[in-house]
């Protein structure tokens, strides 16, 4: 089975610095995709940034970049510029033939 | 469009009590699902549905029944709460599987949450 670990539980960065969220998969699949979501207090799951595995360079969304490393199983997402409302839950969540999150990675964000 | 909503938003149930959740699409989408978040486990699939009449179990579907007789709605049901279904319950939605491309085939689009406690 798939597995998403999030080995930070809890992180803070400074307002205007930039932050790395870590994330690992376990799978034997070849062909799949890797998603970064954002729960902010309101508990609504916003979509941040999607990979597909079979692309080589790494998912860009304006202050949100991805580095994939498809042999590691690594997928973290680093946030550039942070500001105050990028404070939140973030989770990384695999897809094969379903999603399967991680515990996810609370981030605070200091002014 | 709304997108996905979801009926309620809170409940409180006493143990034994029945009760049922409301989802609803306004995306046309093929796929729903419904998902159970817990502190520290991340969310976690309760059942899905690949299409209207179609239900399928996910990784924890013990306790739960849901029905798809509508394309555009999804209602997850318990018929005897338990303490252990206090959680907050998420609703997601997504386009048909088959697509070619990569696109959006494959991102969920969540309704806002339902919180249940069960005492």
């Known amino acids: 089975a798939q597995t998403v670990t999030q080995s930070q539980p809890e992180m803070s960065v400074q307002e205007a610095e930039t932050v790395t969220l870590s994330c690992t998969y376990d799978?034997?699949?070849?062909?799949?995709?890797l998603f970064w979501y954002k729960q902010p207090p309101s508990r609504q799951m916003i979509l941040v940034i999607r990979?597909?595995?079979?692309?080589?360079q790494n998912a860009t969304e304006n202050r949100f970049s991805v580095n994939f490393q498809k042999a590691a199983k690594s997928f973290s997402l680093k946030i550039s510029d942070s500001q105050l409302g990028d404070a939140a839950m973030y989770f990384c969540a695999y897809y094969g033939n379903k999603l399967v999150f991680g515990a996810g990675t609370i981030l605070r964000v200091k002014s | 469009n709304a997108g996905v909503t979801q009926t309620p938003k809170f409940r409180v149930l006493k143990t034994g009590q029945s009760m049922t959740l409301l989802c609803a699409q306004d995306m046309n989408h093929e796929y729903m699902y419904w998902y159970r978040q817990d502190p520290g486990m991340g969310l976690r699939l309760i059942h899905y549905s690949v299409g209207e009449g179609t239900t399928a179990k996910g990784e924890v579907p013990d306790g739960y029944n849901v029905s798809r007789l509508k394309k555009q709605n999804f209602l997850l049901g318990l018929e005897s709460a338990a303490p252990s279904q206090t959680s907050v319950y998420f609703c997601?939605?997504?386009?048909?599987?088959?697509?070619?491309?990569?696109?959006?085939?494959?991102?969920?689009?969540f309704g806002p949450g339902t919180r249940l406690t069960v005492t």
């Open positions: 997601a939605s997504s386009p048909t599987m088959t697509s070619g491309v990569f696109s959006a085939a494959y991102e969920q689009y």
């Open positions: 990979q597909e595995a079979y692309k080589q």
């Open positions: 799978t034997s699949e070849s062909d799949y995709y």
